[in-house]
């Protein structure tokens, strides 16, 4: 643990800040450079904050920070209308590369 003190206004602020920065993230590749300084503040300041064994810190460090798993898109949803598709065990290091290579079918 750092030996950085946090009052309660400070460590909001951080958290707010680190929070309104994840947005930008949203249009970078998972483990990017920025995103891997975002994530490492982010555990510090949990780390700091909480403690290494609270809910908080543990919950973020466990994210896997890539899509596993089956499940359907599709419906309203789809830009393209065109029924369902489905995903498995799909994982990118670009956010948005994945679309053409989705299996289309019906659902």
Same mark, same amino acid.
């Given at each position: %643990?750092?030996?950085?003190?946090?009052?309660?206004?400070?460590?909001?602020?951080?958290?707010?800040?680190?929070?309104?920065?994840? %947005?930008?993230?949203?249009? %970078?590749?998972?483990?990017?450079?920025?995103?891997?300084?975002?994530?490492?503040?982010?555990?510090?300041?949990?780390?700091?904050?909480?403690?290494?064994?609270?809910?908080?810190?543990?919950?973020?460090?466990?994210?896997?920070?890539?899509?596993?798993?089956?499940?359907?898109?599709?419906?309203?949803?789809?830009?393209?209308?065109?029924? #369902?598709?489905?995903?498995?065990?799909?994982?990118?290091?670009?956010?948005?590369? #994945?679309?053409?290579?989705?299996?289309?079918?019906? #659902?």
């Amino acid at each position: %643990m750092s030996p950085h003190r946090w009052t309660k206004e400070a460590a909001l602020e951080e958290l707010r800040t680190l929070a309104q920065q994840s %947005m930008a993230l949203e249009r %970078m590749p998972r483990h990017s450079e920025d995103h891997t300084r975002w994530s490492l503040r982010v555990l510090n300041v949990l780390e700091d904050v909480f403690g290494r064994k609270s809910r908080y810190y543990l919950s973020f460090a466990a994210i896997p920070w890539a899509q596993t798993g089956t499940f359907i898109i599709g419906g309203l949803s789809d830009p393209e209308g065109s029924g #369902c598709r489905l995903r498995s065990n799909f994982t990118s290091s670009k956010t948005n590369d #994945c679309w053409d290579r989705v299996p289309r079918g019906p #659902c």
